[in-house]
C-alpha cells in the first residue's frame, strides 16, 4: 500500500477531489496547511503598512492506495491540479506497513 500526499493549490481542491472520485478513490483526508517552496510568498499593504507574507495557504490531500492503483492517481492528481505556475504543489510518496480500520478490525487492502 501506498500513501499519496499531494501539496496543491486551495482553488484545485474541488478538480482534485472530483477527479479522485471519478476514478473510484472513496476516501481522502484534507488538511489546510502554509508553506512556501519556490513560489517564496510576497509582500502586501494594509493600512499603509507593508509586511510580507512568506508562508502561503496550502491544501495537503492525503488518500491511501493499493500498489495497482499508484500510478493512476498520481495521474490524476497531477492532470487536476496542475495550472503550470510556480506554486503548483508537490506530491510525496510513501510505503504503509498497514492500514487497520478501528471499527472492524480489519486490515491491509480491505481496511481502505
Known amino acids: ?7 496543491i493549490r486551495p482553488f ?3 478538480d482534485v ?3 479522485l472520485l471519478e476514478i473510484g478513490i472513496q476516501g481522502m483526508t484534507i488538511s489546510e496547511v502554509r508553506g512556501f517552496g519556490r513560489q517564496k510568498g510576497h509582500t502586501e499593504l494594509y493600512r499603509g503598512n507593508e509586511y510580507r507574507i512568506d508562508f502561503l495557504p496550502k491544501i495537503k490531500v492525503e488518500v491511501v492506495v493499493e500498489n495497482s492503483k499508484m500510478d493512476q492517481v498520481i495521474d490524476t ?3 487536476a491540479a496542475k495550472t503550470d505556475q510556480v506554486g503548483d504543489g508537490k506530491i510525496f ?6 492500514v487497520i480500520r478501528i471499527r472492524t478490525g480489519e486490515s491491509g487492502a480491505e481496511a481502505i
Open 12 to 14: 484545485k481542491l474541488d
Open 17 to 19: 477531489k472530483d477527479a
Open 1 to 7: 500500500m501506498k500513501k499519496i500526499e499531494a501539496i
Open 77 to 79: 492528481i497531477l492532470e
Open 93 to 98: 510518496i510513501s510505503s504503509l506497513e498497514d
